[in-house]
């Protein structure tokens, strides 16, 4: 780690007066101050921890906890969402059979610790060890475990923040999953090392969402990360007009990732509550790489790339990258299989316009169909203008050894013949449509993305 990252950190750590309150519990209504934290992570890193450690857990303060025992300690979370299937548990577990299991905990009585003994923890860690363990949760193959120190952490968090001026004036909600990496570095390293508070909301779900605005609201919460459903749901379910006054006259700052963000749904939302949603662009190996900062970013961009983060596209507009936070590697594939001249190969197609990033689809889900690449992506954003359509997903089916053109929608059932003749004038005739499949919703994964390897396998003629 950059020896002027981390004096950075600890001269952060200085100005912090440990005895405010960092931690907000909506959950159970009690809120926990930077040495109640540390006095028990210490404890935890001392009597619970081994150098190893598998942790299935749900989103909760202990789970938080854990995070900072492990940083104490120079230990390795491997985190796993209890939500997952059984057998990719069990096949996850298999790549770590020699580290501590960790389901749920208790802490008996401990000590406070002092602001020297604080500051001696931190100046103890380990910033380029292996930290933190994350598994992807791909549409397609098992999923593949990614190794960041905390040096990462730190470092991408601090340039992500700079961008959008996080400081101790962020009041940060938390309904990511916390064993995801949305979850650990966008929800709980930024607004600590940026030296904002966390208020910690029940993990995000349909059955919650009732309550979400007047959890805001009583926590006075000013600073948001959120998926696209998310946005869309918090939304819908806001039938008055307290949301919009109490966005008044208060710095509120939106951030979305993990999954592409329709530009009606945007401009939807920023209409509605006159507030700004700053689209993102990061991945579990490179953590943040840009992230629009001003109402003035286009609308379709995904903003502009961090301090420090070089990109390149290849020939066929894949985006690489290069970033000083890097992942350290994968536990169970060969990085080099990844890399292209010390680059990451993103998997992502991109452009690039004013210095602003574009994502147009995935390298991977290119259809070829008569010899053509197509990408899904250009028929998806014409059938997204539609204004009776919800959500749409366009993929391809293999039928008679031949790709095929599906496109899964919810909403209104839409005029098929009509809409295959403007992709025909629009795109071309290899560009058509071939299947129409109207769903009452589409299947998501855990971190909000289209589940498109469901999609096909559940596809019937």
């Known amino acids: 780690m950059e020896e002027s990252i981390l004096n950075k950190i600890i001269s952060e750590l200085h100005n912090i007066d440990f005895s405010d309150a960092f931690i907000y519990d909506s959950i159970e209504n009690k809120e926990y101050s930077y040495f109640e934290l540390f006095s028990r992570a210490y404890y935890v890193g001392s009597n619970i921890l081994d150098d190893s450690n598998v942790v299935v857990m749900d989103n909760s303060f202990d789970l938080l906890i854990l995070y900072f025992a492990a940083m104490f300690r120079n230990s390795t979370i491997i985190a796993i969402d209890p939500d997952k299937n059984q057998r990719e548990i069990d096949l996850i577990k298999s790549y770590h059979k020699d580290s501590n299991i960790i389901n749920e905990y ?43 120190s905390i040096g990462n952490l730190y470092h991408s968090a601090l340039n992500f923040g700079k961008k959008l001026n996080y400081g101790r004036e962020n009041k940060m909600c938390h309904v990511m999953p916390m064993t995801y990496m949305a979850g650990i570095l966008n929800s709980i390293i930024l607004p600590f090392i940026t030296g904002g508070k966390i208020v910690l909301f029940p993990r995000f779900s349909v059955k919650n969402v009732a309550q979400f605005w007047n959890r805001v609201i009583s926590y006075e919460v000013n600073t948001f990360w959120l998926s696209p459903t998310m946005l869309h749901l918090i939304m819908k379910i806001d039938r008055g007009q307290k949301v919009t006054e109490y966005f008044k006259d208060r710095r509120i700052t939106i951030s979305v990732g993990t999954a592409p963000l329709p530009i009606a749904l945007k401009k939807e939302f920023e209409e509605r509550y006159n507030v700004t949603v700053y689209q993102s662009y990061g991945l579990s190996e490179t953590l943040f790489l840009t992230t629009a900062n001003n109402s003035l970013s286009d609308f379709e961009s995904v903003g502009k790339k961090l301090d420090d983060v070089e990109v390149l596209l290849s020939e066929d507009c894949e985006l690489l990258v290069q970033v000083p936070w890097m992942f350290k590697g994968y536990v169970n594939d060969d990085i ?58 366009v993929g391809s089916v293999v039928l008679m050894n031949e790709e095929r053109i599906v496109c899964w929608y919810s909403g209104e059932e839409l005029a098929e013949t009509e809409i295959n003749t403007i992709i025909y004038e629009q795109l071309g005739k290899n560009y058509r449509i071939d299947y129409f499949r109207r769903v009452s919703s589409l299947p998501k994964n855990l971190n909000g993305k289209i589940d498109k390897l469901k999609l096909v396998e559940e596809f019937e003629i």
């Open 106 to 148: 208790t802490i008996t009585k401990y000590d406070f610790i002092t602001r020297e003994q604080i500051l001696h923890l931190f100046n103890g860690i380990d910033y380029d060890k292996d930290f933190l363990i994350t598994y992807t949760s791909g549409s397609t193959g098992n999923p593949k475990g990614v190794v960041h």
């Open 336 to 393: 080099s299989n990844y890399l292209y001249n010390g680059y990451y190969k993103t998997g992502d197609l991109c452009a690039c316009k004013n210095n602003e990033l574009f994502i147009t689809g995935r390298k991977k889900e290119l259809i070829i169909k008569g010899g053509i690449n197509i990408n899904p992506k250009d028929i998806q954003n014409i059938i997204e203008q539609i204004p009776d359509v919800n959500e749409v997903c």
